[in-house]
Nanobody, 121 residues
């Protein structure tokens, strides 16, 4: 079974920075795209940023120039560097990955358990 484990959330003041990490672990899998989503109270889950296995990225307009997504393919890990945080960035952040389960060659999509980011004003 493949799982994603997130870390790095917490409480920070507006203008501060946090770095989220998400590592995939398990047996016999290949990860293609990785992404970060977030869900604020009472709102729908939204895409924050995504990165392909080749390193191409895209991000939501609301976080451009503030958040940077990166990955270490050797470690099956994706990062989200968040700078100039605003109170409206407060949300649970979820890691997402898609790829291939090489035990049965079926596509897989997995989610992390979520990590809470709280930005105080």
């Amino acid at each position: 079974q493949v799982q994603l484990v997130e870390s790095g959330g917490g409480l920070v003041q507006a203008g501060g920075s946090l770095r989220l990490s998400c590592a995939a672990s398990g047996r016999r899998f290949r990860i293609n795209n990785m992404a970060w989503y977030r869900q604020a109270p009472g709102k729908l889950r939204e895409l924050v940023a995504a990165i392909t296995s080749a390193g191409s990225t895209n991000s939501a307009d609301s976080v451009k120039d503030r958040f940077t997504i990166s990955r270490d393919n050797a470690k099956n890990t994706v990062y989200l560097q968040m700078n100039s945080l605003k109170p409206e960035d407060t949300a649970v952040y979820y890691c997402n990955a898609d790829g291939l389960d090489t035990t049965n060659y079926r596509p897989l999509e997995i989610w992390g358990q979520g990590t809470l980011v709280t930005v105080s004003s």
